[in-house]
C-alpha cells in the first residue's frame, strides 16, 4: 500500500500566486489532517477533516483553505501564498479512534519567495 | 488547553549510549503516542501506550506510560547512527478529533 501520498514535494512560489496541495490516503481512514513545521515550532495543525465533506479549523488555519469532497483526498490550498507561509507541510490520516496513531505523508516543502 | 513538554530539546550521543527522553503535561492523557522523524521525511508512529504503567518495547525502544497519565517516557538502548532524527510524544486531545503533538526531542549520534 502506498499509504498517505502528498504532491508535490517541492514547489517556489512568488508572493500572491496560489497553488493546491494535494494529498491523497488508500487506507480508507476516516479523519485527515493538515500540518505545517516549522523551525522550533513543532507540528501546527491548519485543518482537519473527520470524514468526506466535511473540514473544520487547527491552530493556524488564517491563509489556508481546505476540500474533502471523497474520502480519500484532502486539499490545502493556498490563495495569495505569503512568506510567513514558507513551511513544510505534513498531510496525514487516521482510522476512526486517533488512539492508533496517524500515518503522515512524506511532506512537501514549499518556498514564498 | 491541553500541552506538552518535551525535553530535553536536543541530545548529543556518542554511538552505544543509551538514550532518555520524557514528555509531561498539566493535563491528563489516556492515550501516548511516540513518534519518530528522519531527516526529510514524514513523522511514523514507534509506540503506542494505553495503560497507566504500561512499558512496552519496540526493539531497542522502549516507553512508558506514567502511574499520573501526566508523563511519559522514551528509552533507546544502544543507539546507532539511523537513531538520528526528531522524537515526538502525542495524545490525543481530550473530547476532540485532533491530537496533540510536543514540540520534539532532536538526536544527534556521533559515530
Known amino acids: 500500500n502506498a499509504g498517505v501520498t502528498q504532491t508535490p514535494k517541492f514547489r517556489v512560489l512568488k508572493t500572491g500566486q496560489s497553488m493546491t496541495l494535494l494529498c491523497a490516503q488508500d487506507?480508507?481512514?476516516?479523519?485527515m489532517y493538515w500540518y505545517r513545521q516549522d523551525p522550533g515550532m513543532g507540528l501546527r495543525l491548519i485543518h482537519y477533516s473527520v470524514g468526506e465533506g466535511t473540514t473544520a479549523k487547527g491552530e493556524v488555519p488564517d491563509g489556508y483553505n481546505v476540500s474533502r469532497l471523497k474520502k480519500q483526498n484532502f486539499l490545502l490550498g493556498l490563495e495569495s501564498a505569503a512568506p510567513s507561509q514558507t513551511s513544510v507541510y505534513f498531510c496525514?490520516?487516521?482510522?476512526?479512534?486517533?488512539?492508533?496513531?496517524?500515518?503522515f505523508g512524506s511532506g512537501t516543502r514549499l518556498t514564498v519567495v | 488547553g491541553q500541552q506538552l513538554n518535551q525535553s530535553p530539546q536536543s541530545m548529543f550521543i556518542q554511538e552505544g549510549e543509551d538514550v532518555s527522553m520524557n514528555c509531561t503535561s498539566s493535563?491528563?492523557?489516556?492515550?501516548w503516542l511516540w513518534y519518530k522523524q528522519d531527516p526529510g521525511e514524514g513523522p511514523v508512529l514507534l509506540i503506542a501506550?494505553?495503560?497507566?504503567?504500561e512499558l512496552t518495547s519496540n526493539g531497542r525502544l522502549t516507553a512508558q506510560f506514567g502511574i499520573t497519565r501526566k508523563d511519559s517516557f522514551l528509552n533507546i538502548s544502544a543507539s546507532i547512527p539511523s537513531d538520528v532524527g526528531i522524537y515526538f510524544c502525542?495524545?490525543?486531545?481530550?473530547?476532540?478529533?485532533?491530537?496533540?503533538f510536543g514540540a520534539g526531542t532532536r538526536l544527534f549520534v556521533k559515530a
Open positions: 493535563s491528563i492523557f489516556n492515550t
Open positions: 502525542a495524545g490525543p486531545h481530550t473530547g476532540g478529533f485532533k491530537t496533540i
Open positions: 487506507m480508507n481512514h476516516e479523519y
Open positions: 501506550l494505553y495503560k497507566a504503567g
Open positions: 496525514a490520516s487516521s482510522p476512526l479512534g486517533q488512539i492508533y496513531g496517524y500515518t
